[in-house]
């Protein structure tokens, strides 16, 4: 049985520090290659990880048992790679078959895609490596990941001013810069977690996650795969890859927002050992005090943090301000679905049956993104089939209408699992703290607003990195002024925070 402890706050701040430092590496990744890329290339790149999204989801299939056993201190990290190390053999087999159907409908990058096959193969072990080390991590030790984020971000960073920029080899060198980042990446949590991943195979293990591969493929491979199929869908419907790569830009905008469920990365193994609501309540309070200016902060900076990327996607700054409050949605929901699949204990049960499991939280859960997912994809055929109808191509109300769809989709399932997660645990959401973070972030978001600094569309990267430092910097220090003034425990932390850097430094 694995001895090490969770440490709910610890772990969190880990990776949400790691997160926030990511940002700026990955924010500058991302402008050195965009401005390099042609749109319809910017386009090809988030298709081509769209793809990779379906190679490697069957790895999640044992990953999803991986993560549940070894944070209930099984030692299972061999018997996971193991498994999964065939998997990854069958699926880059199943991948060259597939590969002439999945080629976009674009014309002029026929060459281009057949060299982006090739990199494929390349990238496909470090994914199934990298995404077995972390669902360990995530049951072990979850601040893992954060470390590792650690020497991700800096790699890919490395590598990408060598290949994009030195031997200017564009999208191909972006796919190659991140592919040896991610072995870098696995390198890392494997001499993390040396050990935790156990003395060997434990083959009756392995068989009875084979035999429970129809829970997670359901939870997981199904969900997944209509996650995605939005992106295909506006690709084919629209014949156009434009669309994707202003979401792609606000995918990368408002990731600084997702990244707060990084405080939260402690709480699954906690509830699997045992933990309730006051963990639940404290995770609440924590993400919120982050979450909300981040919110509220993109949403006044909207074309500035765009025109970071290229001044081009500036016009989607409404849809940007609309993917902030979907991140917003998508990160509770993903909490609250959490605190319900941790306190689930079903497959600890020798003699469960099917029945039970369909009764349990790890098949309600899943149903219920099933059917908010079935939801957003239908709302999306029906928007794009009206914007064929009155032909409207423009990318950014395209783009707009897609963010609107996920918005509401993810409303309605934040709302299913606050109330179900209220009925199973009793959990009171702190209110008064909520509204001061909420209270703060208005107050930052006027204030920000109406000094205009983030309005403002800038041709030249380093006059948009200027108005965004200078709106970051001044949304930070009237959010935290505020909630100094009128919230205590900010002045505790505050206190424990310079006593403890005091303390690091000597003084």
């Known amino acids: 049985m694995s001895e090490r402890k969770i440490r709910l706050r610890y772990a969190g701040f880990v990776n949400f520090a790691s997160n926030l430092i990511s940002i700026f590496t990955g924010l500058m990744f991302v402008t050195m290659t965009s401005r390099r890329l042609s749109d319809v290339e910017f386009g090809l790149w988030h298709y081509i990880g769209t793809i990779i999204q379906y190679i490697v989801l069957p790895v999640s299939l044992t990953n999803y048992w991986l993560t549940r056993y070894a944070g209930r201190g099984f030692r299972v990290g061999k018997t996971g790679l193991i498994l999964n190390s065939a998997v990854m053999i069958i699926m880059i087999g199943l991948y060259a078959l597939v590969y002439p159907f999945i080629s976009p409908p674009v014309t002029g990058i026929e060459n281009l895609f057949i060299l982006l096959f090739l990199i494929v193969i390349l990238q496909i072990p470090a994914e199934y490596y990298s995404a077995s080390l972390t669902a360990l991590a995530k049951g072990v030790a979850p601040q893992a990941t954060g470390y590792g984020q650690l020497v991700l971000e800096p790699m890919k960073l490395i590598v990408g001013y060598f290949l994009v920029i030195q031997l200017q080899w564009k999208l191909v060198g972006a796919l190659l810069s991140f592919i040896i980042a991610r072995y ?42 209509l996650r995605s199929i939005d992106v295909m869908m506006i690709s084919y419907m629209t014949n156009s890859t434009v669309p994707i790569a202003h979401m792609k830009a606000i995918q990368t905008i408002i990731a600084v927002i997702l990244y707060s469920n990084m405080l939260a990365s402690a709480l699954y193994p906690r509830l699997l050992r045992g933990g309730g609501a006051e963990d639940i309540k404290i995770v609440i309070e924590y993400v919120s005090m982050f979450s909300f200016p981040m919110v509220f902060g993109t949403m006044a900076m909207a074309k500035s943090f765009l025109s970071l990327l290229k001044v081009d996607f500036a016009v989607s700054s409404n849809a940007l301000m609309v993917s902030s409050v979907y991140a917003l949605f998508y990160t509770f929901s993903g909490i609250l679905s959490t605190c319900l699949v941790g306190i689930e204990k079903v497959e ?43 032909n409207i191509s423009d990318p950014s109300f395209i783009v707009f209408g897609w963010s609107l769809i996920r918005a509401i989709s993810f409303l309605i399932l934040l709302l ?13 959401l702190p209110y008064k703290r909520v509204l001061k973070y909420l209270l703060s972030s208005i107050v930052m978001f006027i204030v920000l607003w109406f000094t205009g600094i983030g309005r403002v569309a800038y041709e030249r990267f380093a006059d948009a990195l200027i108005s965004s430092v200078m709106g ?19 002045r505790k932390l505050v206190r424990d925070s310079i006593r403890e850097i005091r303390r690091i430094i000597g003084l």
Do not use: C, H
Request: hydrophobic residues 55%.
């Open 184 to 225: 870098a990446y696995a390198l890392f949590l494997a001499l993390y977690l040396r050990r935790d991943l156990g003395d060997g195979l434990q083959p009756d293990l392995m068989k009875k996650w084979v035999k429970l591969w129809w829970l997670p493929a359901y939870n997981l491979v199904l969900l997944s795969y």
């Open 348 to 390: 600890l049960n020798e003699d469960t049956s099917f029945i039970d499991y369909v009764k349990s939280k790890l098949f309600i859960v899943p149903s219920a993104r099933l059917v908010v997912y079935s939801l957003m994809i239908s709302m999306l055929y029906v928007f794009l089939n009206y914007t064929s109808i009155v």
């Open 416 to 428: 299913y699992f606050w109330f179900k997660v209220r009925r199973e645990l009793s959990v009171i």
């Open 472 to 490: 970051v910097a001044l949304g930070a220090a009237i959010y935290f002024s505020i909630l100094f003034v009128i919230d205590d425990e900010t």
